[in-house]
């Protein structure tokens, strides 16, 4: 599966965006999606993932009751609602799937198999 993120931007603390993720290729519908996002300096941070029934989610704890994850299987597309955008935030953004996650690995990047290009989300103070 190819993934094309897009939806990042600069934005102000406290403001929202939100990203998508478009899959092309067969069986999106059976992938588990992720984020991640990768700041200058830094690893690379698990953000949220989705299993592919979409019923399922889990967050990383700086994004906890900010961020949304959610999917449409018709359109091929994950999102990322970011509200209460924080400078912290800052990052260049990822989409990952893979066709089945280790149950308790939906945070560990080398579970993921197949990778977006990365969307730059910048958040101003």
């Known amino acids: 599966v190819q993934l094309q993120a897009s939806g990042g931007g600069l934005v102000q603390a406290g403001g929202s965006l939100r990203l998508s993720c478009a899959a092309s290729?067969?069986?999106?519908?059976?992938?588990?999606m992720a984020w991640f996002r990768e700041a200058p300096g830094k690893e690379r941070d698990f953000v949220s993932a989705i299993t592919w029934s979409g019923r399922h989610t889990y967050y990383g704890d700086s994004v906890k009751g900010r961020f949304t994850i959610s999917r449409d299987n018709a359109k091929n597309t994950v999102y990322l609602q970011m509200d209460s955008l924080k400078p912290e935030d800052t990052a260049v953004y990822y989409c990952a799937a893979v066709q089945k996650v280790i149950p308790g690995h939906y945070s560990d990047y080398s579970e993921y198999a197949n990778w977006g290009q990365g969307t730059q989300v910048t958040v101003s103070s």
């Open positions: 290729g067969r069986a999106f519908s059976f992938y588990d």
